[in-house]
């Protein structure tokens, strides 16, 4: 079998990515605070002689680098936050944190941009060898976990002249991304009441954590009367202090709100606002919200599936070898008989025999099972054409936000699915940049699956980054 043209170079690229990685997972940073994340995508796209741009949307931690001129623009999208309490040490096979209660990259985001960045530099170097015209971008974006930090570019125009956007996720099994993911809300209800003595004069008082409890209540019954894929989740802030004695009179609560679509989302939004003012009524406190993030469903892309399926299959699975699997082995030992069969379930297959690492890719005909979470890749994928590839970085079995992840995180599995989620990438972009029939087909197969209403940003206007808030 022909080897594609785009594989040499990023084979040829590889080590500076592999410390890329190490280095974003040495320095983990949650929403919005990736400084030294982004600085070193930063001074690699510098290295590699990119042309950079920062402060992208008014983001400090978001960054591009473009290369190439004339021709289409195809981008690949790359992400390096990292989730908070999931600090453990690598290539230890039990939960171990470096430091109590601190970052660690969960959802292996270190990965996730060192590739995207492997594949936008292998195709840049193709462009300068073979003179082809087209430009290459890396976007660097900060905030994916909950910081809707993509949706606030694509409103803000970053993606307005992009022709096809490429990414991928780290897991354990090797496929395309077809299923949508879920539309969702992050907002903030606060509850102002009134403090008083809370055994003196307790009448006097007015309870902003009452208000809190009541609005959970409320949501519990909500629960049962909302559309089946939708979920609300939820977090208290800020509890009004820690004196019992005193009447709260301020309280704040972050909720989730999740749902197959932006407008079932929005829809359902509604609902929770009137059940915090109901809670606001029966306590006599006020409340007020704030739209944090919001991001919309996932659009797939069949002409970019069907290209990116097509190198994957020639390609074939990461080249794993004994030692790497006896190592995952000893990962997936630690994971129950659920967690493996769900990772071969959310890939619409079934196990068929126990293997610590895939040694195989998800095919073409495999059942197209929905994301049960969201992503910001979303709002990417209803203005530009967009595919996405799901890796083979970890143990089967391994449950995103995991100490699992982490721990494996600096793995050798885990760079060699890094490296050849990269090589599937760059080689669908370089068929999209030379192929203008794929681009036109993509562009149609967009059209026709949003429709004649096209995209409506789920942010509300006056919304901005909660860089301040998330940080």
Request: charged letters at 20%; glycine letters at 8%; hydrophobic letters at 45%.
């Amino acid at each position: 079998m022909n080897e594609h043209p785009l594989w040499t170079y990023v084979e040829d690229a590889k080590d500076r990515f592999k410390a890329l990685s190490d280095k974003v997972w040495a320095t983990p940073e949650t929403c919005y605070a990736e400084k030294a994340s982004a600085a070193a995508h930063l001074e690699e796209l510098t290295f590699q002689g990119f042309r950079v741009t920062e402060n992208l949307a008014n983001i400090p931690t978001a960054v591009m680098g473009e290369a190439g001129e004339g021709g289409p623009v195809i981008a690949f999208l790359g992400e390096y936050d990292a989730l908070a309490g999931m600090s453990q040490e690598a290539d230890v096979f039990e939960k171990t944190p470096l430091v109590a209660g601190a970052n660690g990259h969960g959802c292996g985001h270190n990965l996730l941009g060192s590739a995207a960045l492997l594949a936008a530099t292998a195709v840049k170097n193709w462009l300068e060898e073979t003179g082809t015209p087209g430009r290459v971008r890396y976007y660097g974006c900060p905030a994916e976990e909950g910081g809707a930090a993509k949706a606030f570019m694509v409103r803000d125009g970053a993606f307005d002249d992009v022709d096809i956007a490429i990414t991928w996720h780290p897991g354990s099994i090797p496929g395309v991304l077809k299923g949508s993911s879920l539309s969702n809300a992050r907002v903030d209800f606060t509850f102002e009441g009134k403090a008083s003595h809370a055994a003196g004069a307790p009448h006097l008082g007015r309870s902003a954590l009452d208000g809190v409890e009541l609005m959970s209540v409320g949501i519990n019954y909500l629960r049962e009367h909302m559309p089946d894929e939708a979920r609300i989740h939820y977090a208290i802030i800020d509890g009004g202090g820690i004196s019992p004695n005193v009447v709260q009179a301020h309280a704040k609560v972050r909720y989730v709100v999740r749902a197959a679509t932006a407008p079932e989302m929005l829809a359902l939004l509604a609902r929770v606002r009137k059940v915090a003012k109901g809670a606001a009524m029966m306590t006599e406190t006020e409340v007020s919200d704030e739209v944090l993030a919001a991001v919309s469903n996932l659009i797939y892309n069949a002409p970019l599936g069907e290209a990116m399926q097509r190198n994957l299959e020639q390609l074939g699975p990461p080249p794993f070898s004994d030692v790497d699997r006896a190592y995952a082995a000893r990962f997936q030992a630690t994971l129950s008989e659920d967690d493996i069969l769900a990772a071969y379930k959310s890939m619409g297959l079934v196990e068929e025999s126990r293997k610590p690492l895939a040694d195989f890719v998800v095919p073409a005909d495999a059942p197209v099972v929905p994301m049960g979470g969201s992503t910001d890749v979303s709002d990417v994928s209803w203005v530009v054409p967009t595919i996405q590839l799901w890796g083979a970085t970890h143990a089967i079995g391994t449950q995103l936000h995991s100490w699992q992840v982490v721990a494996q995180g600096k793995s050798q599995p885990a760079i060699k699915g890094m490296v050849h989620a990269a090589a599937v990438m760059a080689a669908t972009g370089a068929d999209a940049m030379r192929d203008p029939d794929l681009r036109a087909r993509a562009k149609e197969d967009l059209a026709r699956r949003t429709g004649p209403a096209g995209y409506v940003c789920p942010l509300p206007e006056s919304a901005e980054p909660p860089i301040a808030a998330m940080a």
